[in-house]
């Protein structure tokens, strides 16, 4: 199931119009640095904490534009979505703060503690087989049963919008930034980042980061077409086909997009919790692992990092329990 936009297009002023209408609704995330992990990377690095903003996920970004985007009449008959977790929390919240209600479809394997979220802001979750073609299934029933407006996860212009506001912010306060790294599962945080970025700083180069077991985005992004993946990788976040016109942008945007192995994202999840003192989930530690792997090489450079949630079971930490 796709999405019709608002818009047609992802552009700069887009970018800065969803900021406008969300800064009151979302956090202005910290960015955090270690003289540490940059004496270890070899250059200056910086993450933009978007596990600690509202639902512990980026994608409140996002999920906040489309909702407030909706004409009243469309958003009165309610949004719904299919997602394994963060979305789902995200457009819930939303929901909630518009006061409509939020139909959420979630795979059976979700994590335990991203239904939890999605219940906590009152979404009203139904569970599918976990495949791509029953969550689009069952989004197509909600849907047609409603009249709810669906809104992708990541096919969607307005969401790219709302997720590029990430990499506006942490340009405001580093617009001298010689790379920005960004995790890659659907894709629309990866479009909005490499849109925003290059619209502000032409030079700068936008780096892709996805596991090495969920590598559709790296075999799409050199084939010019997407390739289908079976994902299989602790990165729940990331198990995501990307989307189509999510690659278009960034095969146009995105310098390179380089994969990291399992062991390298429980290991830079482990390291950002000993130096910066935050809990950060799978998926959002893959640029970090990036640079723990040596996928990229900073050599004296400077990195904007995304850090991009911190939903996990504290009681299952990924160095804790066997695989």
Same mark, same amino acid.
């Given at each position: 199931m796709r999405l019709s936009s608002m818009s047609s297009t992802l552009t700069i002023a887009a970018i800065r119009e969803a900021h406008a209408r969300i800064a009151s609704r979302i956090i202005r995330t910290p960015v955090l640095s270690s003289e540490q992990l940059d004496q270890d990377?070899?250059?200056?690095?910086?993450?933009?904490? @978007?596990?600690?903003? *509202?639902?512990?996920?980026?994608?409140?970004?996002? !999920?906040?534009n489309a909702v407030f985007a909706l004409p009243d009449e469309v958003a009165a008959r309610g949004v719904a979505t299919h997602s394994s977790g963060n979305h789902a929390a995200a457009l819930a919240r939303a929901a909630r703060l518009r006061g409509i209600p939020a139909y959420i479809v979630m795979p059976s394997n979700s994590p335990q503690q991203k239904i939890r979220n999605v219940q906590r802001h009152g979404g009203l979750i139904t569970f599918c087989e976990p495949t791509q073609s029953a969550r @689009?299934?069952?989004? *197509?029933?909600?849907?047609?049963?409603?009249?709810? !407006?669906?809104?992708?996860?990541?096919e969607n212009f307005e969401v790219m919008a709302g997720q590029g506001t990430a990499a506006l912010e942490l340009l405001d306060v580093f617009p001298q930034l010689d790379l920005i790294l960004c995790p890659v599962g659907g894709g629309g945080l990866l479009a909005g980042t490499a849109v925003a970025a290059r619209a502000l700083s032409p030079t700068i180069q936008v780096i892709a980061v996805e596991p090495e077991q969920a590598d559709d985005a790296f075999r799409s992004f050199h084939a010019g077409q997407v390739v289908p993946q079976t994902a299989r990788t602790i990165a729940d976040g990331l198990r995501t086909l990307v989307g189509e016109p999510n690659l278009r942008l960034m095969r146009e945007y995105v310098h390179d997009v380089v994969t990291v192995s399992e062991a390298s994202i429980i290991a830079a999840m482990r390291r950002l919790w000993e130096e910066l003192k935050v809990v950060v989930e799978p998926s959002g530690a893959v640029a970090y692992a990036a640079i723990l792997e040596g996928r990229v090489k900073l050599a004296g450079r400077s990195?904007?990092?995304?850090?991009?949630?911190?939903?996990?079971?504290?009681?299952?930490?990924?160095?804790?329990v066997s695989p």
């Open positions: 990377a070899g250059g200056t690095l910086r993450f933009k904490c @978007e596990n600690l903003q *509202a639902i512990g996920a980026f994608k409140a970004r996002g !999920a906040t @689009e299934r069952t989004s *197509a029933q909600i849907v047609e049963q409603t009249g709810a !407006a669906f809104i992708h996860p990541y990195a904007g990092l995304l850090v991009t949630g911190g939903n996990v079971d504290l009681d299952r930490l990924p160095w804790q």
